[in-house]
Structure formats: C-alpha cells, structure tokens
C-alpha cells in the first residue's frame, strides 16, 4: 500500500527530500551520494580563485555611503541554485529506487491421518501429566511444523471416530485436539484395527502422491470387528505408509490417587508384537517411547521422514525515482539560468 502511495505522489511534493524517504530507497549506486559533500569544496574553490584572480575597479567612497545591506545576501541565491542542480544530479545518478519482492510458495503436500489411543490406559501418568496429554501436545507442536499438508484426525478406544477430515486448516485441527478427552468414547478397550480402517477410508479417495498414518497406541488390540493385521494390508493396498508408537514403560507406573490421596501404581505391559507387524506391514517405521522427550523425539524424526519439497517463485518489482530528482535538478537549473545574468549576479556581487 505504501508503495502504491509512493508511485502516485506528485514530483512537487516536498516529501522527497525528507530524511525518511532517502533512508527508505534502495540505491544502485550508492557511493555517488558521497559526492555531495565535495560540492560545497568546489564552491569555496571557486570563490576563493575568483577573488585571487577576479577584476577589481577601486572606488572610493565616503564610509557613510558603504553601509551594510540584508538585501546584499540575495546575491547567494543563484549559487545556492548551482548548489542544489549538481547535487540532484548527483542523487538521480546514485539511482534511489524501491523493490518489492514477492515470494510464492507451494508443495505437492503429504496427506497425514494421526490415529491417537484415548482409551483409559491413557490416564497413566509415566508421562506428564498423563500419556494422552503428552500426545496431544506433541501432536500440535507436529501440525504447526507441517506446510501445505492435509492433516486429519481419528481417535479410539473402544471403537474408532474420525474426529476431523483431512484438512489444511491448522487452527480448526488444533480446536479438535484441545477438546479430545476420554469420554468421547464410551466402549471400552482398544481397537487398532478398527482405526486403522477408518483411518484408511479417510484416505482411500486421496490422489496425493504420499499417503501416512501415524498410528499412536500404548496397548494391544482388544475390541473393534477388525483385525489390526487385516487392517494394515488394507492401508497397504492404498499406497498408505504407516508408522506405529508404542507408548508408556512397563512395570509400576502411577496411575492417580487412592482415596486417601496417596499414588496409586498399577503393573503395565505392552506387547510390541502387532505394532510392529503393522509397521512393517506399512513400510514404516515402529517406535518404542517411555517420556515425554523421546515422543517428541519420534515425532520430530517423522516430521524430517515425511517432509515433502518446498518450491517458490520469487517476483522482483523494482520502482526507479530518479526522474524525481532530476526534474528539480532541470526546474533549479532553469531558474539559476534565468538569474545568471540579472543584478542579482551583477549588481550585488560587488
């Protein structure tokens, strides 16, 4: 917008020569502008051969008669109109200009269905503050990494929900994470094959060349009418590459408070065996993680795996100002030209 202003502002406004408007210019030439400080030398250069080697007809007159006028500094004028030509000649040939460079970006994109576990397991609290919070938090903090993808969302327990399509709006994906919760859901346990499927049914239409379930799970499949293996080909079958997380350590791991608000620990295990099936099955990749900091580990890696090429186009629009400066330079050069020989050169020289 400023430049549009810029473009359009007429040649006689004295906002050229403001300070802000040169500090805003870009110059092709910048080192000419140095020039200008040698231009006041050759005006004292000038006068001071000109006083060495000027005429002089001596006159006497009483003192009286050689009184001091305000009107004898008129007599400067013309040179201050020298002065400015040649330093506006000086500041068109520095070439002040303005570049506006526009950047486009676009990717072909990677559609990414992120399948989170939300079942009751996911209550322990081996992560902070729990397991499914940590998941959520990495699971936002892996959105706002991602450019130009389709991320959608499905969540189980008991049974799989898509809880959001593939999209490329962030914002409403992230207002979908900070409201999942265990009560979504109401059956109980944890089928993987079922999310897988769902998960696959959200991408069985896509036509993006690169297709990814991130499957996020801290127990064995036990409910659903799907078997996770079957599941897995299926996805397969779709070109759809998944990656598999096994989430929380084995043994006694805090899972809340008893009645008397002391800790309470449960004995935890988890059988690698499927997820690692499912993985391979997929041609990912099957992650173990038992702290927050190795889920964001895994995360971030998937993020650098599945990273597709950026590509961008960059626009340069450069705006010279230069015929600016030298329309004054040709305005003050025609007016030192019309005073050149008036008395104001003449008559008041002496």
Do not use: C
């Not at 650098?304 to 330079?329: G, H, N, P, S, V």
């Amino acid at each position: 917008m400023e430049q549009a202003t810029e473009n359009t502002q007429s040649w006689i406004s004295l906002d050229w020569f403001e300070p802000s408007t040169f500090r805003n210019f870009d110059w092709e030439n910048e080192t000419l502008l140095y020039l200008i400080a040698a231009v006041p030398l050759l005006f004292i250069l000038r006068w001071i051969l000109g006083r060495r080697f000027n005429q002089k007809m001596p006159v006497a007159m009483p003192s009286q008669k050689v009184a001091s006028s305000p009107l004898v500094l008129l007599r400067y004028i013309p040179h201050l109109l020298l002065f400015a030509v040649i330093s506006l000649v000086i500041v068109a040939l520095a070439r002040p200009q303005k570049t506006n460079e526009k950047v486009e970006q676009w990717t072909e994109g990677i559609d990414i269905m992120l399948a989170v576990d939300i079942s009751e397991s996911m209550m322990i609290e081996d992560f902070r503050p729990n397991r499914l919070e940590a998941a959520k938090k990495v699971a936002r903090e892996f959105i706002a990494g991602r450019f130009q993808d389709r991320i959608g969302m499905v969540i189980f327990s008991g049974d799989a929900y898509s809880l959001s399509p593939l999209t490329t709006d962030y914002d409403l994906l992230n207002e979908y994470i900070k409201d999942i919760s265990f009560d979504l859901i109401e059956n109980r346990g944890t089928a993987i094959g079922s999310a897988l499927a769902v998960s696959t049914n959200r991408m069985r239409e896509s036509e993006s060349k690169s297709k990814v379930i991130i499957l996020l799970s801290d127990g064995d499949n036990t409910a659903g009418n799907i078997d996770p293996i079957t599941a897995a080909e299926l996805a397969h079958a779709y070109d759809i590459k998944i990656y598999t997380i096994a989430i929380g350590r084995d043994g006694r791991v805090p899972f809340g408070k008893d009645f008397f608000g002391r800790v309470r620990y449960v004995e935890n295990t988890l059988d690698e065996t499927t997820l690692r099936e499912i993985a391979k099955i997929g041609e990912g990749e099957f992650y173990r993680v038992s702290d927050n900091k190795a889920l964001q580990q895994v995360f971030a890696l998937i993020d650098q795996y599945e990273k597709a090429e950026i590509q961008e186009t960059r626009y340069r629009d450069t705006t010279d100002f230069y015929d600016i400066y030298l329309t004054w330079a040709v305005v003050f050069f025609l007016a030192w030209m019309s005073l050149k020989s008036t008395f104001l050169s003449n008559v008041l020289q002496d």
